[in-house]
């Protein structure tokens, strides 16, 4: 895996101002620059820092925001020089302020199934992330199932930089800077810190995530509820926790009434009806098995059936896959990981695709010889 760089933008209050507080902080040694208004720029060219004034009126509370450079693991003594220096002139956070963290992600252009395969990741244990982050203000659904469908369909890097930009960075997991010039996610749920070891776990925790959406192509599973055992499994994926600062402020009800029911029994995506489904599957066969239209090369009808086989929800008849999934569970799962189809037939289909996400696109006929 590349060696990811992150930048950061911690909230705080405590001082009158930008200016006021950059005065402190270039005391202390920090190569820091303030604007007096707020903006999505990184510091300026020879600074490392950037003191700002937060948005106006969404957070009177903690009016000050610091911002980083892209930095790497080496530079974590300096952030906690500074997050110390911050500290001791008087700053204060509370549970209204949040910590963000940005991720640089340049190889998610080489395969659109690493941003997949980290929403898949992010849908199945938001609950538990939540539980993590110390900020009921900030509860706000990073993913939902239509979201996961429309990455799914991304093929090229022009369907991936699309629908980035007709996303909103106002979720826990940003996507909206996969198209800036160093292509990132930002990552919104942690609630404030001015503790360099808190940030530092909680910065590992979301490289980790990254990286391992990165190597593994994570299946479509239902939401976890928020329990010990669901952020073990998390954590299992994730990196674990090797300092014990993640798993140390988890609380199970972080988020308020109104969405606790969420939290426990999400809603399920809707799902067309049985009557539909049959009639679709129908009228695939009939086009491709017929009619002898959209249908796929060889060479990819192959490499669709070869990752049915390795796949363990198949069923497989003769040694060969022939079903996705149980027929009776696949039909009645809202949205599920199995589809109940006949492999041999839907992996004919040009314009079918696997459930999970697997199989490779289909050779265009321009890339034929």
Not at 195 to 216: I, R
Not at 218 to 246: C, K, M, V, Y
Request: one cysteine or more; charged letters at 25%; aromatic letters at 8%.
């Amino acid at each position: 895996m590349p060696t990811r760089k992150t930048s950061h933008e911690f909230e705080f209050a405590g001082f009158a101002d930008p200016a006021r507080t950059c005065a402190v902080l270039r005391g202390a040694g920090f190569a820091v620059m303030h604007r007096d208004r707020y903006t999505r720029q990184p510091p300026e060219a020879g600074f490392d820092y950037c003191l700002e004034l937060d948005a106006p009126g969404r957070n009177a509370a903690h009016p000050l925001e610091l911002k980083t450079h892209w930095i790497g693991p080496e530079s974590w003594p300096d952030v906690e020089r500074l997050l110390d220096a911050l500290e001791r002139g008087g700053a204060t956070i509370d549970h209204r302020a949040a910590y963000h963290v940005r991720v640089e992600v340049p190889d998610y252009f080489d395969d659109p199934a690493r941003l997949l395969s980290l929403a898949r990741l992010v849908y199945q244990y938001e609950w538990v992330i939540y539980g993590l982050v110390h900020r009921e203000a900030a509860y706000m659904s990073s993913v939902q199932m239509p979201g996961l469908q429309r990455i799914s369909e991304c093929r090229t890097r022009e369907d991936f930089l699309n629908h980035a930009a007709n996303t909103t960075r106002a979720r826990g997991m940003n996507i909206t800077g996969l198209g800036a010039a160093i292509p990132h996610i930002e990552f919104r749920w942690r609630g404030g810190t001015l503790d360099p070891a808190e940030a530092q776990a909680w910065t590992n925790l979301m490289l980790a995530m990254v990286d391992y959406a990165a190597g593994t192509m994570h299946p479509q599973r239902p939401r976890e509820a928020n329990t010990p055992e669901a952020l073990d499994a998390f954590l299992s994926l994730a990196g674990g926790d090797p300092t014990g600062r993640i798993r140390k402020g988890h609380t199970i009800h972080p988020v308020s009434p109104r969405h606790r029911s969420r939290d426990i029994a999400p809603p399920k995506p809707a799902r067309p009806s049985l009557p539909a489904r049959i009639a679709a599957a129908g009228a695939s066969v009939v086009k491709t098995q017929v009619l002898r239209i959209d249908r796929v090369d060889d060479e990819s009808f192959a490499a669709r059936l070869a990752v049915c086989a390795a796949c363990p929800d198949a069923v497989l008849k003769d040694g060969k896959p022939h079903r996705c999934g149980p027929i009776y569970a696949a039909w009645k799962q809202e949205g599920g990981a199995t589809c109940g189809c006949l492999l041999e037939l839907k992996a004919r289909d040009k314009t079918q695709a696997c459930p999970q996400g697997k199989w490779p696109p289909p050779v265009p006929d321009e890339g034929r010889l």
